[in-house]
């Protein structure tokens, strides 16, 4: 095998997997970084309560769900800290053989992304779940208010990467 296909073939996997784990990322992120966290700590704070006139059975009602969803995101990542290092691992491993190998293994490829992309869309199922639950807590009004809200965070936050 030429220097040339070898090449070829490394960016081929090195751009099947940028785009793998982005789309896997960005569906398990939802619209930002950490959206989830940063909407849990907003929306169970006292200035959301203020601000979207939360009732204490919302406030409540709010709370059991995020405590679900911090639950289930934890199940599915794992507790242990080594275990997930030792997974990571597994992985590092399993792409090293990939990409040491005198010729390139497209179904091994597939399969090693796979197994993120499975995991990544767990997680934004999860997200997604949680943001229906929220939204069916909330009134027409506090979710034009929220909506509102986020587009002004949103905007905030792009003028910010500019």
Excluded: P
Aim: aromatic letters at 4%; one cysteine or more.
């Amino acid at each position: 095998m030429t220097k040339i296909n070898t090449l070829s073939k490394l960016v081929l996997i090195c751009g099947l997997t940028a785009a793998t784990l982005s789309a896997g990322s960005a569906l398990a992120k939802g619209d930002g970084h950490k959206q989830g966290h940063s909407q849990a700590r907003f929306l169970l704070s006292e200035r959301a309560a203020d601000k979207l006139a939360l009732t204490e059975d919302q406030q409540t009602q709010l709370k059991a769900i995020f405590e679900t969803q911090k639950k289930q995101l934890q199940a599915l990542r794992g507790a242990n800290k080594e275990a997930r290092k030792a997974i990571r691992e597994a992985y590092k491993e399993k792409k090293e053989v990939l990409l040491s190998a005198s010729t390139f293994d497209e179904n091994a490829a597939k399969e090693l992304l796979g197994e993120r992309q499975v995991k990544a869309e767990q997680m934004g199922l999860i997200k997604l779940k949680t943001q229906h639950q929220i939204w069916q807590v909330l009134n027409a009004e506090q979710r034009e208010q929220l909506e509102k809200m986020q587009q002004r965070k949103d905007k905030k936050h792009r003028k910010q990467r500019a």
